[in-house]
């Protein structure tokens, strides 16, 4: 059987190790967070408090995942920070409108 040079060699690299425990750490992370939302969810009374925790901790997680996988966090600074005052901004005003809108009577 002869020997096709055109054929393609098939290279097998070990598994990067250092990789794999940054993906875990990450997984890691968010789990707890996770958690975190799930103890709120279950013990907290419905209300303003239980409301904010939540945007807070969904800030965060979205942040955090933006940073490690959109390798955000490895960026020029005026980069992230040209990302992070808008959503900041965006924040600023749902919290203002909700706010306010719980101020407005209920007319039945």
């Known amino acids: 059987m002869a020997h096709h040079s055109n054929e393609p060699q098939v290279t097998v690299l070990p598994p990067d190790k250092e990789k794999i425990k940054k993906l875990w750490t990450v997984a890691a992370i968010l789990g707890a967070v996770t958690a975190v939302e799930f103890v709120i969810a279950f013990t907290m009374s419905h209300g303003t408090a239980k409301t904010f925790l939540f945007v807070i901790l969904t800030i965060v997680k979205a942040g955090y995942i933006v940073g490690e996988f959109m390798h ?12 992070l005052i808008p959503i900041l901004f965006i924040v600023w005003m ?9 101020k407005m009577p209920v007319f039945n």
């Open 72 to 83: 955000l966090k490895y960026e020029v600074k005026v980069l992230f920070w040209a990302i």
């Open 94 to 102: 749902l919290v203002a409108f909700v706010y306010e809108g719980m």
